[in-house]
């Protein structure tokens, strides 16, 4: 018997598989894993269709080959692992900083510099729901960012969760006076409804893979149900930015 309840209508697109991992595009609206409200309608209910051996395999002591999340409004690239080599050299990867994760987000303003890094630590906090907040009291955060494109009406960041902490990118970006549209817990009222779901993109992901050595670079596009966003705001990513995915490091520091 599986652990987890199998849902062949959760659709989610695949860039990447082999024997060891998936490398799968999350759509916004779609949470990551099981939770309340969200029993059997979330991606690892559809991973689990499709792969539900290997997945049980791994256990509830490996995640069921979930490696991180991304929130339920977040579309993006998620890395999931399909055996127990896998997980563990992946486990030991994003510890130890070798994944490199990108999102674009488009935010109310850009922030003071063109690029920089954002350290400020993250405290979790628990509720109905849990939320995050800067704090001394919480753990180290490092984000880089750079702008991509900026105009009086808004901009567009692509950021690079060095950390992986909760709501990280979301939580910096507010954190310097630039929160992202369409953010329900860290932007003002007025923004909530700025775009039709929170504008950020997990666009890319590249890691070593843990078996074969080999390298993984998973790129997306820009998401076309944020398309009108840029053009209300009249911003428009860079092509060369969309052909290759971006990947910018940022440098610099915002206090």
């Known amino acids: 018997m599986l652990s987890v309840e199998p849902n062949p209508r959760v659709r989610f697109k695949v860039l990447h598989e082999d024997a060891h991992l998936l490398v799968v595009l999350k759509p916004a609206g779609l949470a990551t894993q099981p939770g309340k409200g969200h029993a059997a309608d979330t991606l690892l209910n559809g991973l689990f269709a499709v792969h539900g051996a290997a997945l049980q395999q ?16 977040t579309s993006g690239v998620l890395v999931v692992a399909l055996s127990k080599d896998a ?13 490199r994760k990108f999102y674009w987000a488009v935010t109310a303003k850009a922030p ?12 979790e906090e628990e509720g109905e729901r849990k939320t995050a907040r800067v704090s001394p009291r919480g753990k180290p955060a490092l984000t880089a960012y750079r702008v ?78 944020l398309a009108g966003v840029l053009k209300r705001l009249r911003l428009q990513l860079p092509i060369k930015e969309e052909a290759r995915g971006g990947g910018g490091e940022g440098a610099g520091e915002e206090s």
Not at 58 to 73: E, I, S, V, W, Y
Not at 89 to 96: I, K, N
Request: hydrophobic share 40%.
């Open 58 to 73: 791994l256990g509830k002591a490996r995640d069921f080959g979930l490696l991180h999340r991304l929130d339920r409004m």
């Open 87 to 99: 997980y563990d050299g992946l486990r030991s990867a994003f510890e130890t900083r070798r994944v």
């Open 112 to 123: 003071n510099r063109p690029s920089g890094t954002i350290n400020r630590p993250i405290l």
């Open 148 to 225: 991509l494109a900026a105009g009086p009406l808004g901009a567009i960041i692509e950021c690079r969760p060095v950390t992986g902490r909760l709501h990280q990118v979301r939580l910096h970006l507010s954190s310097i006076g630039c929160p992202i549209l369409g953010d329900d817990e860290y932007a003002p009222p007025a923004l909530r409804r700025a775009a039709p779901r929170l504008a950020l993109h997990a666009h890319r992901i590249a890691f070593g893979h843990p078996v074969t050595g080999d390298k993984i670079d998973a790129r997306t596009p820009w998401p076309k149900d």
